[in-house]
């Protein structure tokens, strides 16, 4: 006479917790590959910026100008972005991160800068996101130009963020 195995309610229910408890651990497996294998921004190239959709992190309207956006990249990899130059200033000052790299838009080509190694022109004249009055340029030469004929001030990027 054969014997039958019977399989009794509270083996099912043991089976389903390990089923189940299987199933719980490949999904939190996967949610941790999957958040790590997000793209980080590059610390030696500016972060995207999407124009009409990203939001400035000081103070949360959409960064519509690219001539007067700026951003700046964390030592983390974490990117920073922002409408208004002089709020990038102003949230470097408030939250004193360890950046990687600071960059922001030419006024005249919008191409990116690095900040260092732009030249900075602040006056009352520039309509600027936040009302900041700050643009930056390629070069000294036209830093000079523009501020000649705005009347404003020339400055390089580390004396913007000690004056602010």
């Given at each position: 006479?054969?014997?039958r195995s ?10 389903w ?14 949610a941790?590959?999957l958040?790590?294998c ?10 995207e ?6 939001v ?34 102003a ?23 690095r900040a ?12 600027t996101?936040?009302g ?5 340029v ?7 130009e ?15 963020l000690?004056?602010?």
């Open positions: 006479m054969k014997h019977r399989l009794r309610t509270s083996d099912l229910g043991d089976r917790e390990v089923g189940r408890s299987c199933a719980l651990s490949l999904i939190a497996l996967l941790m590959l958040v790590s997000q793209p980080r921004p590059s610390l030696d190239a500016p972060p910026i999407r124009y009409g959709e990203d400035c992190d000081l103070c949360h309207m959409i960064i519509n100008e690219a001539r007067f956006a700026a951003a700046y990249v964390t030592r983390q990899g974490e990117a920073r972005r922002f409408d208004d130059i002089g709020d990038l200033v949230y470097h000052a408030a939250h004193a991160e360890e950046v990687a790299a600071f960059w922001v838009h030419d006024y005249d080509t919008e191409e990116w800068l260092e190694q732009a030249v900075f022109v602040v006056s009352d004249a520039f309509h996101p936040m900041h009055g700050i643009v930056a390629a070069d000294a030469a036209r830093a000079q523009l501020a000649a004929s705005v009347g404003g001030q020339v400055l390089a990027f580390s004396d913007l000690s004056q602010r």
